[in-house]
């Protein structure tokens, strides 16, 4: 549900399909009315789009302009006296493309939640509608298996598709923040990119060995960057309140003006951020995925065509993304041609312990099958439940593998690829190779590592 100060309008309640050719491209009008160069037909319809410059914006006013709007503290984190020609570096950059999305999603079929990503849109055009220029947010917010990352690299990947085509500069990022190690990984890795062929910059930052001084520097870089160009989109997954607290004075705070005018998309589990006039706030934690998309994704995952089957399936394991999707990929593993075991042994695992949310007793299940057929992904799940819930560089999974199975990492990195609930870590988005779990899946490989332990001593 929304919780936006503004009023429900006729696209929140469109498929996400129908929003190119409709009415949004009105809510859109204010940044683009007044661009420069660009006429009225020219203008994309669609409000994944963000606007140009204003008419008469040279890059010498840009530059006075950013100057003007520097907040007082960010004389705490200066980086260069000089930085060439502004006006070529101007240029330069109207004709960047940078795509860095997403880090962590499932290699699994993700079935497109139209009506979620429909929310999500409508929400960035009424916040657009209203401010025509600076920094606007849209939060999402939900319980861990909710679907909120994935939904997130959706919507970033059809703001991609839509804005590619039509601007020369685009710059999207996903930036994790779970915590400040991710976070400044995360921030290193798109200022490489906004900086190619300037790495002094970022070669500073990264000798700094204070974290937050290090995140100071690094929000500082990108920031004056992305305050040149007329088109940027960052996604902060998974932000924590230690994390929030930490970037306040220095991330694109909501309503900013220093930033120029850019969307930002953020994940939590809990309301990191509240509805004020730049900020909407939308829970898609609570109910899960619409009953039609949670019963097409179990239909698919569990390769088991039969619809109402697979409805009463999801009465048993709910409708958020996780538990379905676990669920239909054990139906797929056991070969199981109907539903019927897979809901009685999620039950039983249920009454076993209360406290096992249905999401839990999906990952359990999940991985207990697995476990059971694969030596490699034993040892790999039992790493990894061992460690903290953060992901582990491969390099070391590899290493742990071979103290067992020596002589076979091409074969454990082929068993990492193509397992659904292993997330690898994408060159292009990660300064080393990772290999990670949604949380959720972490705290059931946790509860399972002991008696994994045991069983490869044995």
């Known amino acids: 549900m929304l919780q936006c100060e503004y009023s429900s309008t006729d696209v929140a309640k469109q498929p996400a399909e129908e929003l190119d050719s409709n009415g949004d491209e009105k809510m859109l009008s204010k940044r683009f009315s007044d661009s420069e160069g660009v006429s009225a037909s020219a203008r994309p319809t669609t409000t994944l789009l963000a606007g140009l410059p204003r008419r008469g914006t040279t890059a010498n006013e840009l530059r006075d302009a950013n100057l003007r709007k520097t907040p007082s503290n960010e004389k705490l984190v200066e980086l260069s006296s000089s930085e060439g020609s502004f006006d070529s570096d101007m240029n330069s950059q109207l004709k960047m493309q940078i795509q860095l999305i997403p880090s962590n999603t499932p290699s699994h079929y993700i079935h497109r939640r139209s009506s979620e990503l429909s929310q999500i849109t409508a929400a960035f055009a009424a916040l657009q509608d209203k401010h025509p220029s600076g920094v ?39 930036i994790e923040a779970k915590n400040l190690v991710m976070l400044n990984n995360a921030l290193t890795v798109l200022a490489l990119k906004l900086f190619a062929g300037d790495s002094d910059i970022v070669r500073r930052c990264d000798g700094v060995e204070n974290a937050e001084r290090k995140m100071q520097l690094l929000f500082e870089a990108i920031r004056k960057r992305l305050a040149l160009l007329p088109n940027w989109f960052l996604v902060f997954d998974d932000l924590s309140e230690s994390v929030r607290d930490a970037i306040r004075l220095y991330w694109p705070e909501p309503g900013c003006q220093n930033w120029g005018s850019g969307y930002v998309l953020v994940t939590s589990q809990k309301s990191v951020l509240h509805d004020d006039p730049f900020v909407c706030v939308i829970d898609v934690g609570t109910k899960g995925m619409e009953e039609d998309d949670a019963v097409h994704l179990a239909m698919k995952l569990s390769n088991i065509s039969n619809h109402f089957q697979c409805r009463g399936a999801i009465d048993v394991i709910g409708r958020l993304p996780l538990s379905v999707s676990n669920a239909a990929l054990l139906v797929h593993l056991q070969n199981e041609s109907d539903w019927n075991l897979c809901t009685e042994e999620l ?75 292993l997330h690898r870590s994408s060159p292009a988005t990660s300064l080393i190779q990772t290999v990670t779990v949604h949380e959720m899946f972490h705290t059931a490989l946790s509860r399972r590592c002991t008696e994994w332990i045991a069983s490869s001593s044995s």
């Open 136 to 174: 606007i947010t849209v939060s999402l917010t939900g319980d861990s298996g909710s679907g909120k990352s994935v939904l997130a690299s959706q919507f970033a990947n059809a703001y991609n598709e839509k804005t590619i085509a039509h601007q020369p500069t685009v710059v999207i990022s996903t």
């Open 347 to 421: 039950q039983k695992l249920r009454e076993s312990d209360s406290t096992h949310s249905k999401q839990l007793v999906s990952c359990i299940a999940f991985a207990d099958a697995v476990v059971s057929k694969n030596d490699i992904l034993r040892l790999v799940f039992t790493l990894l439940g061992c460690l903290a819930a953060a992901p582990v560089p491969t390099e070391c999974v590899l290493q742990f593998v071979a103290t067992w199975i020596p002589n076979r990492d091409e074969d454990v990195k082929n068993e990492i690829a193509s397992c659904p609930a």
